[in-house]
């Protein structure tokens, strides 16, 4: 019976080569030139650094630039507001992975009210689901896609 596997998941590799290229970016940017400003990844959370609020903009700016040029969905981060102490800035980004729990159940809703002959189940950070026709699940893909769903769906592990 062919199946697929609902996921929102990163490449954690090529967001390391992001964040090294944006750290490349404000080092060689002239209105970065002594400045202080990195970024620092620890897992899933991405820490900006500057001497001014301001400038955090701009790195998040950069750092979205980078992600998208390496095809990493930008509406899987999580931007908090700037703590500014004393000649410091900071901000954090958090990479939001994995379908949690309420939205893995309004993705299960969205499909039984589609009244597609498809089965769906939650499986921990992801929802898999069976059908008997392959078109089914092809449609099953297409509403997910069109759906306005607050993180990026990627489907993995299709069996035919």
């Known amino acids: 019976m062919p199946s ?5 998941e990163v490449d954690m590799h090529e967001l390391t080569n992001a964040i090294d ?3 490349r970016e404000v080092g060689n940017r002239f209105d970065f030139k002594g400045a202080n400003a990195k970024y620092e990844q620890n897992e899933a959370e991405i820490t900006l650094s500057a001497e001014a609020e301001f400038q955090l903009k701009q790195m998040l ?3 979205n630039l980078k992600l998208t040029k390496r095809e990493i969905d930008i ?8 703590e500014v102490t004393g ?4 901000q954090k980004v958090i990479l939001r992975q994995g379908i949690d729990t309420p939205l893995a ?16 189940a ?6 898999r689901v069976t ?6 699940l092809q449609g099953v893909m297409s509403l997910l896609r069109g759906a306005d769903l607050e993180l990026p769906l990627q489907f993995d592990n299709f069996r035919d």
């Open 4 to 8: 697929f596997d609902i996921v929102s």
């Open 131 to 136: 059908g008997k026709k392959r078109d089914d």
């Open 87 to 90: 000649k410091v800035a900071h």
């Open 61 to 63: 700016d950069i750092l």
């Open 75 to 82: 509406a899987c981060l999580k931007v908090e507001e700037p």
């Open 21 to 23: 290229q944006a750290n």
């Open 105 to 120: 159940r309004k993705i299960v809703k969205m499909i039984k009210d589609s009244k597609t002959k498809v089965q769906a």
């Open 122 to 127: 939650i499986q921990g950070e992801k929802v």
